[in-house]
Nanobody
């Protein structure tokens, strides 16, 4: 069973940057597709970015494309999300998740972190 723990959230002004990390407990981390999701108050959880095994391909929601970058380091069993040019609408709780197959649907992912808050002020 994979345990995931996010870190790196915080508060930043619009236009600023934050980097999130998600450390996994499982040595088979490299066999999982990893995703980042976010959930704002009163809204459904939404896909932000995903990365395939061995960092073969990355995928982004249109709302973050060109501003966010997902990456992974299998040796450190960690996935990252670098967020630049942040906007107030990026404010949400950010979650990392692991799945056996790639998807933008949250219910595809069997393992989730506890989430980390990102707040962007205007």
């Amino acid at each position: 069973q994979v345990q995931l723990a996010e870190s790196g959230g915080g508060s930043v002004q619009a236009g600023g940057s934050l980097g999130l990390s998600c450390a996994a407990s499982e040595r088979t981390f490299s066999s999982y597709y990893m995703g980042w999701f976010r959930q704002a108050p009163g809204k459904e959880r939404e896909f932000v970015a995903g990365i395939t095994r061995s960092s073969g391909s990355t995928y982004y929601a249109d709302s973050v494309k060109g501003r966010f970058t997902i990456s992974r380091d299998d040796a450190k069993t960690t996935v990252y999300l670098q967020m630049n040019s942040l906007k107030p609408e990026d404010t949400a709780i950010y979650y990392c998740a692991a799945a056996s197959v790639g998807s933008i649907r949250p219910n595809t992912y069997g393992y989730w972190g506890q989430g980390t808050q990102v707040t962007v002020s205007s």
